[in-house]
């Protein structure tokens, strides 16, 4: 890496007062996305197959490893940087960008997350000797976590307990029940599962959320489901099921009760996947720039962009660019355990802009380049649909963040009306 090289483009998130390792990373993700990954993404996308061979490149770059802490051999990226370089990932290929978005949370939350996190000493001690093992399978053997929380109930949204359960038995855990959307299905070599724990007296309760790990290769583990959806095709989120499943003691990605104090104290955990949209926003944008001046690869070289309605069009495309760019690093920037009542609305307010915007944006490429832009050849009618699935995407879908933002602008912690 080139820790001291200027960026020769302008960062899907804008431009900013990077760091030396945000620009090395920045540049280390542009290359990648503009060498590998961008003549790659059509591929997935008719497919509805895993991006494997970015995968690859990836590892080899050292970029599965980014949120593992130095001392543990991986990147040390925080928050911030991680979330700028996603962005980054994303302007060549959303689904890349968001599947690996679930494999580093795992190590993000677990790492520089959970040092903001309130544990006890005991649970601290065993969380530094757990988490250890599984920066080490990243480090050493390149190994991808997904993410599965979703269920198809009210738990994704917060609201109610994970129906997957988990009992404690001699050794370790034994899982039952259900995730759907599960991208990497099939590509993981490990499923950070969120379920709750049975404590036997049938009282579910969301403080009893465990966070473990399941190996995909355990006994009464299985993919189910076809997988053919509108948008974000090579995520593969198909569904899983866990049946007496077995995970050992050191498989729990946080200690007991953890993983709910968590998502109470660090909101922006939640905000990681609106940088892959960012980054989609980004390239309707660039695309658009191109097509109306007649400059892109393999097409004729017609020029569009002396119409003025084209050119109120890319302006107001460029605006709400802009907004989306500023919302979001600042709310990257600030970022950080038990925020304000100002930066958690703000956050909200960060995530309704990116994952609405980024449609906006790619449905107003597609009006203005007009019907020869809409072909399969070309990425704009892909980024149209990737662009469609973030505001879908829980804890905080579109109309949560309406809901969580209106209510809590409305009533203070505890109000409540006669
Ligand atoms: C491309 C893609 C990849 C994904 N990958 C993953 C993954 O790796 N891991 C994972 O866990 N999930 C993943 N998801 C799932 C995603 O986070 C949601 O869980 C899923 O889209 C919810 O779909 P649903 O139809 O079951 O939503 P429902 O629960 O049926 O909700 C439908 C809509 O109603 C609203 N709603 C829901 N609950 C409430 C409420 N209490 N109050 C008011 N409104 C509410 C929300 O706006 C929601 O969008 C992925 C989704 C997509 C599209």
Redesign the pocket.
């Known amino acids: 890496m080139h820790a001291s090289a200027s960026l020769d483009f302008t960062p899907a998130v804008g431009d900013h007062a990077f760091t030396a390792k945000q620009r090395s990373l920045l540049a280390l993700a542009h290359g990648l996305g503009r060498d590998r990954f961008a003549a790659r993404a059509a591929q997935w996308d008719e497919e509805a197959s895993f991006p494997f061979a970015n995968y690859d490149d990836l590892r080899a770059a050292g970029l599965l490893k980014i949120c593992v802490p130095e001392a543990h051999g991986g990147l040390g990226a925080d928050y911030a940087t991680y979330m700028m370089v996603a962005a980054e990932v994303g302007r060549f290929c959303g689904?890349t960008a968001?599947?690996w978005n679930?494999h580093v949370s795992s190590t993000m939350w677990t790492g520089v997350l959970a040092d903001g996190i309130p544990m006890t000493e005991t649970q601290r001690a065993e969380h530094a000797r757990r988490s250890q093992l599984h920066f080490r399978r990243v480090v050493e053997q390149g190994a991808i976590y997904?993410?599965?929380?979703?269920e198809?109930?009210?738990a994704?949204?917060g609201?109610a307990p994970f129906g997957t359960t988990a009992r404690k038995v001699e050794g370790g855990w034994l899982v039952n029940g259900r995730?759907?959307?599960?991208?990497?299905s099939g590509a993981a070599n490990y499923y950070g599962v969120l379920c709750t724990e049975d404590k036997g007296d049938e009282k579910p309760d969301a403080r009893d959320t465990l966070y473990l790990a399941v190996p995909a290769t355990s006994p009464g583990f299985a993919i189910s489901g076809e997988w053919n959806?509108l948008?974000?095709r090579g995520?593969v989120?198909r569904n899983l099921t866990f049946q007496d499943v077995f995970v050992s003691d050191d498989e729990q990605l946080m200690p007991r009760g953890v993983y709910f104090k968590g998502a109470q104290t660090w909101p922006a955990m939640f905000f990681t996947?609106a940088p892959t949209y960012l980054g989609v926003a980004n390239a309707a944008y660039d695309f658009t720039v191109r097509y109306l001046r007649g400059e892109v690869p393999g097409e004729p070289p017609v020029k569009r962009r002396m119409y003025p309605t084209k050119q109120v069009a890319v302006a107001q495309m460029r605006i709400q660019l802009e907004q989306m760019r500023s919302l979001f690093l600042r709310a990257v920037l600030e970022a950080r355990p038990n925020p304000s009542k100002d930066e958690r609305l703000r956050l909200y307010a960060a995530q309704y802009t990116v994952m609405e915007g980024a449609n906006d944006i790619a449905r107003l490429a597609i009006r203005t380049c007009g019907g020869q832009s809409m072909m399969k050849h070309l990425p704009l009618e892909r980024l149209y649909r990737d662009s469609r699935?973030g505001?879908?995407?829980?804890?905080w879908?579109?109309?949560?963040v309406l809901?969580r933002m209106g209510r809590e602008t409305l009533y203070e912690a505890g109000e409540r009306d006669e």
């Open positions: 689904a968001l599947t679930m997904a993410q599965p929380f979703s198809g109930s009210a994704a949204a609201r995730k759907i959307f599960a991208s990497l959806p948008g974000m995520t989120s996947l699935c505001s879908l995407m829980l804890p879908t579109a109309e949560l809901d």
